[in-house]
């Protein structure tokens, strides 16, 4: 690492405030009230990022839907407590995957090494099927947005060999006028 990515990252923020949203039909229309126990991807993201030192400002299930996922994905953004927004699901090529497609127009300067990072790490654990991911980052106004696929290995992977390692970097980046 530079030494200009080192005083970069010791001078980031250690503690930020994260808002997960996973995006799903089926599991929104199993339970209606916008919690499912068995949303095992938006459980891992929390819990890593709260292991990681980060605060969960909520989570929230909604349906795969441009409306509903930009309505919950703008509301976290106005919070002044909520840093980055971590999206899971909704990331694939099949008509309903629509949640990039949703948040695009929020972006500020969209993080196209994000992408491209998870597709190879994908790709080293499962092979070409890595490619059907869209996995995508951008900032908007200072603050994080993070879309990754519904599978909770993907979660996993994106969370511990990307996301977290540079979340605090990011944001610093991102806010620096």
């Not at 080192?6 to 808002?19: C, D, I, M, N």
């Not at 209606?32 to 709260?50: R, V």
């Not at 909704?90 to 994000?114: C, M, N, Q, Y």
Request: with cysteine; hydrophobic share 35%.
């Amino acid at each position: 690492m530079s030494k200009v990515s080192e005083l970069h990252k010791s001078s980031a923020p250690q503690s930020l405030g994260v808002y997960v949203i996973t995006c799903s039909t089926s599991k929104f229309n199993q339970n209606k009230a916008g919690e499912n126990p068995d949303d095992a991807s938006g459980t891992i993201i929390a819990e890593l990022a709260a292991k990681a030192g980060h605060r969960v400002e909520g989570r929230e299930l909604v349906s795969d839907s441009k409306p509903m996922i930009g309505k919950a994905t703008k509301q976290a953004l106005r919070s002044s407590k909520v840093d980055a927004v971590i999206l899971t699901g909704g990331t694939g090529l099949s008509p309903r995957d629509v949640t990039i497609e949703s948040l695009r127009p929020l972006a500020d300067k969209e993080i196209p090494g994000f992408g491209e990072l998870f597709r190879k790490l994908s790709f080293d654990s499962i092979g070409s099927p890595a490619l059907l991911s869209r996995a995508f980052a951008a900032t908007s106004n200072g603050k994080g947005i993070f879309c990754l696929p519904g599978s909770p290995d993907a979660v996993q992977t994106a969370m511990e060999k990307l996301i977290l390692p540079e979340l605090g970097h990011i944001i610093r980046v991102a806010r620096e006028h």
